[in-house]
């Protein structure tokens, strides 16, 4: 069983940045892709950005420019950089890698971004 496990949550204000990290307890190499995801009250998880085994990555229309996704193999470790935060940014940031057969998540980590 793979576990992911995030942090680097918080709160912020308004034009500030945060650093999400998750950690993975096997070699990253072995998942297809990684992405993190976010989900506000009342509304549907949606993806923020992935990157994949290759290093493409992908990100949504409303953090284009601001938020940058990256991995270092050597730690397992896929990281979000969230830049000029605005408050409806807020939500759980879930942690997400996809195997050919399988699908992983975190157990979630809160960003508030204050006005």
């Known amino acids: 069983q793979v576990q992911l496990v995030e942090s680097g949550g918080g709160l912020v204000q308004a034009g500030g940045s945060l650093r999400l990290s998750c950690a993975a307890s096997?070699?990253?190499?072995?998942?297809?892709?990684m992405g993190w995801y976010r989900q506000a009250p009342g509304k549907q998880r949606e993806l923020v950005a992935a990157i994949t085994s290759g290093g493409t990555t992908d990100y949504a229309d409303s953090v284009k420019g601001r938020f940058t996704i990256s991995r270092d193999n050597a730690k397992n470790t896929v990281y979000l950089q969230m830049n000029s935060l605005k408050p409806e940014d807020t939500a759980v940031y879930y942690c997400n890698a996809r195997s050919t057969w399988n699908n992983y998540w975190g157990q979630g980590t809160q960003v508030t971004v204050s006005s």
């Open positions: 096997r070699s990253i190499f072995s998942f297809n892709a």
